[in-house]
């Protein structure tokens, strides 16, 4: 997958033609539809949780990352084997599986992240596709369709960005290198601020250009799509040569993480035995915390094959290792892989007492949240998990996860009616709007459905058809 291979890059400050903030979300908005639905999306709550609370710490340094629209950025994982991160327009920040475990510490991670949110403050995005729009050169879905036909072909994303005229591919190239530039600026004061190794950047990308120059046939995704001229690695040096050095200590969770996504990124029999030799290797090294990240990922390779009680004793073991017993207490991966193994080893007691615990102890966590719902319908305690789901759902209203758990639980209640509705907020926050329809012409013809759901249901199928039409008008006007 290479979503990135879009380089959408800025026209420069004297360029004010652009999207306006809400039609450039609106956009973002439906790009991200299509792509939670793709198999590759790692709709993982611990990755997802993790990506978000490191990206917002890194926001939150710098408010003024934000930019004049004040975006709520939204930081995710997609499963591909390359080096790459991408910004969408409205603040959605993708980065590869590879890229994670390429990253050597934080400070590696977060300059790729922060350079990311250095072309959303800056609204490079916004003012390409403003001026293409505006110009008629490329149609604006064509630039979206080329964000996501080179998952499956990079040679497709070519061939819709040359569909156009010659002059807005050579605007492209023309604007590239400044933006480029521009965003490196922007995220090195993130770094700063946030207090991270702002050298990490530089050696990152000196990484990458080293494996360019190993293998010049194919170089590293990364910079195909951020050009990295000898220029840019001179202004990013000269930039850092006069801060201060800031050693930046690198969370526990981190590594988890890392060795969560070496599961994940390659699911098959054959990605599990790759990724468990990696882990065997890792463990011949002296450091607690590569030590406690190796266990972890055998815990949960032995928890996805089904091996309930090794992966209960090696989570024990990757908790043992883990540096400081404050960080094992504090540490909802850890937890939430214990309360994961406990369910599906059929001890739904056992799990609702810790996912009880946990969300006391990680009362911001999503995960845990999720979990403790689960743990409810595990334990046959319905009514509660209804009720739990019911003012989650109100707090969360853009968790589809919710509304799917929820109607899950009143399938256990029988109550189909009341699930058909649920199912149908699940498919219309996720985007599929004829979905949400279909369930609730569903719901209208259950058994059970009373007069009132009868009222709820006009009134929210007539609201989604109102959308759904707009949708559609909106897709034809940019054909």
Do not use: C
């Amino acid at each position: 997958m290479a979503y990135a291979e879009q380089n959408l890059p800025s026209l420069g400050d004297s360029e004010r033609e652009e999207l306006s903030p809400l039609m450039e979300r609106k956009l973002g908005e439906q790009v991200m539809r299509d792509i939670r639905r793709d198999r590759d999306y790692l709709d993982d709550p611990v990755v997802l949780e993790y990506l978000n609370n490191f990206g917002a710490s890194l926001v939150a340094a710098r408010p003024e990352a934000r930019g004049e629209a004040g975006y709520d950025f939204f930081f995710f994982a997609v499963r591909d084997p390359t080096l790459n991160a991408f910004a969408l327009p409205g603040g959605f920040i993708g980065v590869h599986s590879a890229l994670v475990l390429a990253a050597q510490n934080e400070s590696e991670l977060a300059s790729v992240l922060a350079h990311e949110i250095g072309h959303v403050a800056q609204r490079h995005i916004a003012r390409m596709l403003g001026r293409q729009r505006q110009d008629s050169l490329i149609p604006l879905a064509a630039v979206v369709l080329a964000a996501l036909a080179s998952r499956s072909s990079p040679d497709a994303t070519s061939a819709l960005l040359l569909g156009g005229q010659g002059m807005a591919v050579q605007r492209q190239l023309n604007f590239s290198r400044d933006a480029e530039r521009e965003a490196d600026r922007v995220g090195l004061q993130i770094l700063d601020d946030a207090g991270f190794d702002t050298s990490g950047m530089i050696a990152f990308f000196g990484r990458m250009q080293n494996a360019t120059r190993s293998y010049s046939d194919m170089a590293p995704a990364y910079l195909r799509s951020h050009p990295l001229t000898t220029e840019r690695m001179a202004d990013i040096e000269a930039r850092i040569r006069d801060q201060r050095y800031k050693q930046h200590v690198d969370s526990l969770d981190f590594h988890l993480i890392r060795a969560r996504l070496r599961v994940l990124q390659n699911p098959t029999a054959q990605g599990m035995r790759d990724a468990a030799a990696v882990f065997e290797n890792q463990l011949q090294q002296k450091g607690r915390t590569q030590i406690a990240a190796a266990k972890y990922g055998l815990a949960f390779i032995a928890l996805r094959q089904g091996a309930t009680d090794k992966a209960q004793t090696l989570l024990q073991e990757s908790s043992a290792a883990a540096p400081g017993s404050s960080e094992k207490l504090q540490n909802p991966v850890l937890t939430g892989l214990s309360i994961d193994i406990k369910l599906a080893a059929n001890r739904p007691v056992e799990a609702l007492k810790e996912a009880d615990a946990a969300r006391a102890k990680f009362p911001l966590s999503r995960g845990i949240a999720h979990q403790y719902a689960d743990a409810l319908v595990a334990t046959g305690r319905y009514d509660e998990a209804v009720r739990y789901l019911r003012d989650q759902a109100q707090l969360y209203r853009h968790e589809p996860e919710l509304q799917e758990r929820l109607a899950k639980a009143y399938a256990a209640q029988g109550k189909q009616a009341l699930q058909h509705i649920a199912l149908a907020e699940y498919y219309a926050i996720s985007g599929s709007l004829p979905a949400a329809i279909d369930q609730l012409g569903i719901a209208r013809r259950a058994p059970d459905a009373t007069f009132y759901d009868q009222t709820v249901i006009d009134a929210r199928e007539r609201e989604l058809q109102a959308s759904w039409k707009e949708e559609m008008k909106d897709s034809q006007a940019r054909r």
